[in-house]
């Protein structure tokens, strides 16, 4: 059961813009959210920041776009902090970088070094103790080493997890994709796949249709003109592979539950490396793609864009940003509608077919914050 043991504030900037003021405009509104969380109460004079935030794939374009990052590393440095724009390796560390920059995120668009943050290579971590899902899992350095963070979280849906935002930011985004010692139990590919059980392929049932050849961002997946190969090595268990498969040949071990827990259990131990009040969150509830930011497509967006929410409770925030989705009126030419959903559904459990309440309520359960919030709208900037 979830705890609702008291009620935290978020903040929502509407996507609506009803004025032909600035003032009324998504961006200035984002300003106002800023000032209403305060940054001088989080974020002390040359305290490095952690600006969190995903910068795509080659193929998914519905980012958090780099005018909205400029404006939260604009509020960074008002209050004296040095902030930097920073994701985990998704892919090899170069090719991630020049990822960002086709996505527009560059020193120069967003005001600030733009960095991986577990090195260019991907190794640069600190093993932190995880929950009895996890043990241990490695942190990325430069999220560990920060004294605050601001976590900027594209709210979308997931194949595997239902809803991406900001758990699932820093959870899968706050680890590394490698550890030094070639062990990937204790990176990432530990949240999809158990200590004790690898990736089972079962490659008699594949119809050869190399989705999984195209999704696999580590070249793990060989095509030789007749068959595929998987080369263990390379493989980091990311489960891409696994997610697009139509035939189900290739599966990870852990079960729906146990890997939504397990994202609350990482999140949990990226959090427990910042002091108490360090870390602010901002959700961007627009463009919600079906799919995560790290596929290499973006389909139609579900629901029309919703708006922005700011808070300083990552439950609440979560709680709050997956309900609006639920709860707002399926568009038409989306995956929502091809599965026939109306208002009143659940359109993104329903669009996907899977809950991701638990990932939220296993937050509560590990004391992160509270599903019970309190929505005030922010109109305009003051
Ligand atoms: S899990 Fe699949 S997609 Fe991911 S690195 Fe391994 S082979 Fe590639
Ligand atoms: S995605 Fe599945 S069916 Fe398609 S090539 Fe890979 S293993 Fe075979």
Redesign the pocket.
Known sequence: MAKRSRTSIVYYASARATRWDYKYSLIAKLEELIKRLDFSQHIEHDDYVAVKTHFGSEGAHRIVRPIFLCKIVEGVKAVGGKPFVTDSTRILGWDYLEVANQEGINPLSVGAPVILADGIFGYDNVPVKAGPILGEISVCSAIHDAPAMVVVSHCKGHIQAGYGGAIKNISMGGVSGRHRSGDWKRARGHLHVPSEMDMV?N?E?????????HVCPTGA?LFDGAD?FFDEDKCWRCGR?AR????E??TKGRELTEFQRGLAEAAQAVLSTFAPGKVLYFNFVLEVQPECDCMPVADTPLVQDQGILASTDIVAIEQASYDLINQAVPLPGSLAADKGLRQGDRILADALDVDAQEQINAAAELGLGSTAYELVEVESKD
């Open positions: 392929r490659l049932m594949c119809n050869l249709c190399l989705q999984c050849y997946v595929i592979c697009v498969c139509p035939e040949a290739i």
